[in-house]
């Protein structure tokens, strides 16, 4: 305890007297933030979904220069033409603290301007703000109202859906040293057939910790999210940083929709995050608090379970004979990355300290302890092309070699992904077509892959997989559709469609073929000739389109239309068409 309580103390006094630049906020992973970024610059995504917005790191980021100087912007209205046409025009009204456009109200709502001293929608994309203009130390606050609100009726063609989320948000920074932010929502959700079936077979609800049913049948829960974020050593933008985040919020590794490690499926959780960049060298931190119990309650305190994982992945440039002409040089051309995590609890409570060193080698320390803990390696990987970027990971649970290259023995417990997103330039052809963005990536999990003997190491958060949704036992790919057309200002289309392939366990409680991850390994049907989709077989085709409209920054209207249908392992049929309204609200849960 003792040397945890220095490391502490050793972060914040790195963070208070030696931080230069700090992010803002964080982008979610598969968020519409995100969708706008990868519009303006494919290349900007990274595998740690961990994206800098300090000003020099958006310029490098994001590819253009989002500061606007001696420009003329007409007046704000609900109307065009002010709508975004390129994609980095929403980064511009997002950012006013580094764009420097001029400050406009919306002319309909210029009467809220004399309630907040000229404060209310000065910016558009910031309902309440303050900035520090007396110096140019960058200070400023910002408190934006948050809802979304989504409604599908029953017709003899479609499902009843509802989605009633409000909330607030709060995000700042103090003299460009340190930032915050925090989000806090309540909602009531009378939810599709197939997240209703997922709440009564496991008592929790996605993405949700604890959660109940009112009088009325809805799902009635609150989410909390708050960050803190500092940069250590250099700038957010140098090729040598070290970017320090911690509070309660979701993480995401990987490139891809889904994430083979850690995606933001399940709640929200206590972390510790340390990003640090070494020109070509790039490392990652993480540490979690996580919930291990198989029967929420809002009554009792639950048990507690622990994770650390790290990420170290090295850069390689393009060589010049295989540079065309009139290529652009790619620097980070190849990426090659290795991730350990560990899952562990002890009887006295607490993260086992020898976990707390942020540069050994996990497993080792593991056997050397003799402990229980449960280990996941993962190798990743990505290729960068012009209008292109191709990735990849292979994940090994509890790993050894014998059995990976034995087969079909119950501890080959591995899966892996392929995926790649293309970018075609069809505006040389048309130049008012836009920018469009194609993806598609296939996901397969063996049998019993995260699952433990016990629920204190197996990766598994608030009775929710860690990684991905579909938790193992199956093949799957998806294909999505991201496009924001240049002829027709502020509209965005997305698509997501995944087809899957799993093997059930016939029952809750009876034999065990290794897709629900909660169960006890040790009752597994078998120890040899153990087979990917092995038990009941279910296919899964899930597909959801939406077509937005911006009204004015960070506040969309949208159609969307979602389909589902599962035969074999509980076989069922499900339509919505539904409309919503989206207001500093940006995430998008993701499909299963």
Not at 58 to 76: I, K, M, P, S
Not at 106 to 124: A, E, M
Not at 175 to 189: A, D, I, P, R, Y
Request: glycine fraction near 6%; charged fraction near 20%.
């Amino acid at each position: 305890m003792a040397l945890k309580k220095l490391l502490i103390l050793l972060t914040i006094e790195c963070v208070f007297l030696h931080s230069s630049k700090a992010q803002v906020r964080s982008y979610p992973a598969n968020s519409l933030q995100e969708t706008y970024m990868m519009l303006s610059n494919l290349h900007g995504i990274n595998t740690e979904r961990f994206y800098p917005q300090e000003y020099n790191s958006l310029l490098a980021n994001w590819g253009f220069d989002t500061v606007v100087r001696n420009r003329h912007y007409t007046e704000l209205t609900l109307l065009p033409p002010i709508r975004t046409i390129k994609p980095h025009q929403y980064f511009t009204y997002a950012h006013p603290n580094f764009s420097l456009m001029p400050q406009y109200t919306p002319r309909f709502l210029r009467f809220l301007r004399p309630l907040g001293k000229n404060t209310i929608l000065k910016t558009p994309a910031w309902f309440y703000s303050w900035m520090d203009k007396s110096t140019n130390k960058g200070s400023f606050f910002v408190v934006n109202p948050i809802l979304h609100t989504e409604f599908s009726p029953k017709t003899p063609y479609t499902s009843r859906y509802l989605n009633n989320t409000k909330g607030i948000e709060l995000f700042g920074q103090f003299s460009k040293n340190l930032s915050f932010s925090t989000q806090l929502v309540e909602s009531q959700f009378y939810f599709q057939k197939h997240i209703t079936r997922y709440q009564d077979t496991f008592n929790v609800t996605p993405n949700v910790g604890y959660w109940n049913k009112n009088l009325y049948g809805y799902s009635d829960f609150f989410r909390a999210r708050a960050n803190m974020y500092a940069s250590v050593v250099n700038s957010a933008s140098s090729k040598t940083h070290v970017l320090i985040s911690a509070g309660h919020d979701n993480q995401h590794i990987g490139n891809g929709y889904r994430s083979l490690l850690i995606s933001n499926f399940s709640p929200a959780t206590a972390y510790l995050k340390v990003n640090t960049r070494l020109g070509p060298f790039r490392y990652q931190n993480l540490y979690q608090e996580l919930s291990a119990t198989d029967k929420p309650s809002g009554s009792r305190l639950l048990p507690k379970k622990y994770m650390a994982m790290h990420r170290a992945s090295l850069e390689f440039a393009k060589p010049d004979w295989l540079n065309n002409k009139n290529d652009e040089k790619l620097e980070n051309w190849i990426e090659l990355g290795l991730s350990e995590m560990i899952l562990q609890t002890r009887p006295t409570g607490g993260m086992d300290v020898n976990y707390w060193n942020p540069i050994i080698f996990y497993r080792s320390i593991e056997r050397d302890l003799g402990s229980p803990d449960n280990v996941l390696i993962m190798f990743d990987g990505k290729i960068r092309q012009k209008n292109a970027l191709l990735y990849a990971q292979f994940l090994l649970d509890e790993f050894s070699f014998g059995d990976l290259i034995k087969g079909n023995t119950w501890r080959n417990k591995h899966g892996y992904q392929l995926g790649m997103y293309v970018k075609p330039n069809l505006s040389a052809v048309y130049p008012k077509f836009g920018s469009i963005i194609i993806q598609a990536e296939v996901n397969s999990i063996r049998p019993f892959t995260y699952s433990h003997s016990s629920m204190d190491a197996n990766a598994v958060n608030f009775n929710q997989a860690l990684a991905h949704p579909l938790e193992s036992n199956f093949r799957e790919l998806n294909f999505s559709v991201r496009y924001k057309p240049a002829f027709i200002r502020g509209f965005l289309f997305t698509h997501t469609t995944f087809f899957a392939v799993r093997g059930f366990d016939f029952s809750t409680t009876g034999e065990n073929y290794g897709s629900d991850i909660r169960r006890d390994y040790r009752t597994r049907i078998a120890n040899d000739n153990v087979n990917i989709l092995q038990g009941e077989v279910g296919n899964i085709l899930h597909s959801k389109t939406q077509v937005f409209y911006e009204l004015m920054p960070n506040m969309w209207v949208y159609l969307a239309a979602q389909f589902r249908t599962q035969t074999g392992h509980q076989s069922s049929r499900e339509y919505y068409i539904y409309l919503g309204l989206r207001w500093n609200w940006y995430e998008e849960q993701q499909l299963f």
